[in-house]
């Protein structure tokens, strides 16, 4: 039974199942599980009041990420439970979804606990969409694109409708999680390398640790309704995915320099774009359309830094592991 259009799915009835993927997307879900609480903010709070730890440059790159992940989270969350659920009916999908909006709520939860723990002006934080361009332009993007699958009178019935959703997804799932998140990954889990701000660090990695699933399931999602509406994927529409994603690119450098116009110590602003690169290559590859840029990884400490099965003091901090023994692999 096709994973979206059809009359015959009971999204009741999650056995037998289709999809093994979905199911197993959402037990790695569960291995992952985490709250923002279990991360200790005592060390950022000292350094962010100290006027010697933290250079002007860094604040405000932490502010403008913690701004463009605030509203981004919400954004993801809606188009979960407002669009990609409506539409995908098939139940082990479904289940998946449930745990992803799940942890956008996570994530969501993660920003107001620094935004507390900080004793950030919220209005600041969450204006920060509005009033900063490169916020903006790329919220922008994604929301454009986006925009039609909202409309109640939607369906995906018909090869435009089926384009228009993996559009959809290619928005979110490609491009918001898989595009616009990594420059703030990158520029966050730099400074945390030299520990800067390693509480907001370390809640980071958790949630990149969580987007690499939400992207693998969304790319898993796009390739499944390829093979099941092969009419869909012309050569037009190909072409037209892979110059979203390079505008896309565009837009994230863009934010990467505005960001972090003199880079950070040991890396400069220009490695966040050549950053960019890479990782949209990967993104294309996994959708199964060529690459566009051929870089080399700037960064190959990113890959690492995903790998979170680490091994904590018990006696400094919490124990935040809650992994089963299951063997993740990370994009
Ligand atoms: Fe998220
Ligand atoms: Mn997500």
Redesign the pocket.
């Known amino acids: 039974m096709p994973i979206i259009n059809s009359s015959k799915t009971d999204p009741n009835k999650i056995l037998p199942m289709t999809y093994l993927w979905a199911r197993q997307h959402y037990k790695d879900g569960i291995a992952n599980n985490w709250t923002p609480e279990e991360v200790s903010m005592q060390k950022d709070v000292e350094q962010w009041k100290s006027p010697q730890v933290l250079s002007d440059e860094e604040r405000r790159l932490i502010l403008w990420n913690l701004g463009f992940f605030s509203t981004a989270?919400s954004l993801?969350a809606n188009n979960i439970v407002l669009a990609v659920y409506n539409h995908v009916t098939n139940p082990e999908s479904r289940q998946y979804l449930l745990r992803?909006a799940f942890?956008?709520a996570v994530?969501t939860d993660t920003f107001i606990y620094c935004c507390d723990t900080l004793g950030l002006d919220p209005d600041e934080i969450y204006n920060m969409y509005q009033t900063i361009p490169s916020i903006r332009e790329k919220d922008e993007f994604v929301v454009d694109l986006t925009r039609s699958v909202l409309d109640p009178g939607f369906n995906t019935e018909g090869l435009e409708n089926v384009q228009q959703f993996v559009r959809d997804l290619v928005g979110f799932y490609v491009i918001m999680?898989g595009i616009f998140f990594y420059a703030g990954f990158a520029m966050m889990l730099a400074l945390k390398r030299q520990n800067k701000m390693v509480g907001i660090g370390e809640q980071f990695e958790y949630i990149m640790r969580?987007?690499s699933l939400?992207l693998a399931f969304g790319c898993d999602l796009i390739n499944t309704i390829k093979v099941e509406n092969p009419e869909i994927w012309t050569q037009a529409f190909q072409d037209e995915i892979v110059e979203l994603i390079t505008r896309s690119v565009a837009l994230e450098q863009r934010y990467a320099h505005d960001a972090c116009p003199n880079g950070l110590l040991g890396i400069n602003a220009d490695q966040f774009s050549e950053y960019v690169e890479y990782i949209a290559d990967r993104r294309l590859e996994r959708i199964g359309l060529p690459r566009v840029y051929g870089r080399q990884n700037p960064f190959p400490w990113m890959s690492q830094s995903t790998d979170l099965a680490k091994e904590k003091n018990f006696f400094e901090t919490r124990v935040t592991e809650y992994r089963t023994g299951a063997s993740l692999t990370w994009d």
């Open positions: 989270e993801t992803q942890e956008e994530h999680e969580d987007e939400h």
